[in-house]
Nanobody, 128 residues
Framework: QLKFVESGGGLVRPGGSLRLSCSGDGFSVDSFSIGWFRQVPGKEREGVSCLSRGGEVTKYEDPVKGRFTMSRDNAKNTVYLQMNSLKAEDTASYYC?????????????????????WGQGTQVTVSS
């Protein structure tokens, strides 16, 4: 089946950094626009960032602007989320999803139905 495999999560102190990886299994990541999402138990999943299929646009939701950076390495068939200056409120399970749309939606959270491929998630815990 077509899916993503996320990795790179772990336990980090506030102010620390992590880099999450999202690798395509059975398809090429450059064929899709890729989004990162996160979810805390008991709460709804929310959008984090999105990289358009053509790579010309990278979108970040307000809570992570200036701290997170998304990139794609086509040779490795992997999308990355570099997370710096991590805060306790960043603690969540992080998921990547793919949409065949050539553009990232204005609202990632409200457009999750368009992301048809998902990974199993990787846990990020920010705690002192």
């Amino acid at each position: 089946q077509l899916k993503f495999v996320e990795s790179g999560g772990g336990l980090v102190r506030p102010g620390g950094s992590l880099r999450l990886s999202c690798s395509g299994d059975g398809f090429s990541v450059d064929s899709f626009s890729i989004g990162w999402f996160r979810q805390v138990p008991g709460k709804e999943r929310e959008g984090v960032s999105c990289l358009s299929r053509g790579g010309e646009v990278t979108k970040y939701e307000d809570p992570v602007k200036g701290r997170f950076t998304m990139s794609r390495d086509n040779a490795k068939n992997t999308v990355y989320l570099q997370m710096n200056s991590l805060k306790a409120e960043d603690t969540a399970s992080y998921y990547c999803g793919a949409t065949s749309s050539g553009h990232c939606p204005v609202s990632l959270t409200k457009s999750m139905m368009y992301f048809g491929y998902w990974g199993q998630g990787t846990q990020v815990t920010v705690s002192s």
